[in-house]
């Protein structure tokens, strides 16, 4: 007798893998899924498991050659099922039963809506949990003391004229001000399917790819992502060219340092490896402070990756003074 959807995601909890939950709601860039599902795939120790709400359902039924199907998705690289609403009771409930919503939560590192309909948006913020998606979104694990630990990172796609209304915006203001874990990666101006031009339509898909990546550690089959640990990661500090932008790699005088956390480290090395040296090694933050604080006249630049201190890369980039008062600042207790 074969298993429940939700006993099998709770057998996988410990798989030793990083963990993708993607999320489609109601929005024709549904079939956006199977390219960032495959740019996925080189990742071996990814494993990925999809949500469909009734609606995302909708654009997945082969209609066109543009269209994949539900049942094409469960063969894409690295996903290990796809789930909908009618999975949620597959079988009649008993105490201490496994419940797919709670188990999903509960192994998912990241949860990525791509797309999130306007509809979608408005049922989160309003607290609605109709669905298993939304069972999942009001079920997820907050921690008030670093939000940022587990995200849900989502990307609206809707009509010009609904991402206008001023509905968006109050609800997209509780993702961005008030609710730190949500990260929203806003949509583009193009002409959407209907025929209007405008914003609305969702981002590239490859710019979410790299978003999921770097929030995940995907990059590095060696982070701390895949066991769940937070900002106890290991990190390398390097010599370096002082850039304005990390892409920004035109010969300057070098100067002291960037730092990286996570798994944007073997990332940068596989940029620049004419560029960085390694010049020390730590393990935590204890050891990452002992290693600047004699080098702080000599920083020019800091970048800290996403699962670290609540920040994002490439936003990270610390002129001199504040990087000296954010370590002098820092608990190393």
Known sequence: MSQSPASNIAAALQDGKRHLLLAASGSVATIKLPQIITALGNYPNLSIRVILTKSASHFLGGQSVEQPTVASLALLPNVDSVH??????????????????????????LL???????????KVTGGLCNDLLTNVIRAWEIDPSNPRRRLIIVAPS???MMWSHPLTAKQLAILNDEWKWFEVIPPQIKTLACGDTGQGAMCDWKELVGVIEERLGA?????????????????????????HRLGNRSAVAPEYVILVLGGMGRKLLEWTSSTFQVVAFFHTERSLTAVLHPMTASISMLIIDGGVRGMAPLEFIRVIDTLVQDFTNMDVG
């Open 112 to 122: 990525a809506i791509v797309p999130m309909s306007a509809n979608l948006l408005a």
């Open 158 to 160: 809707m009509n010009t």
């Open 84 to 109: 909908q609403d009618e999975d949620e009771w597959v079988e009649p409930w008993t105490r201490n039963a496994n419940i797919l919503h709670i188990e999903l939560r509960r192994w998912a590192h």
């Open 219 to 243: 990059t590095d089959t060696g982070s701390d992502a895949a066991t769940g640990a937070d900002s106890d990661q290991t990190g390398r500090v390097y010599t370096a060219c002082a850039h």
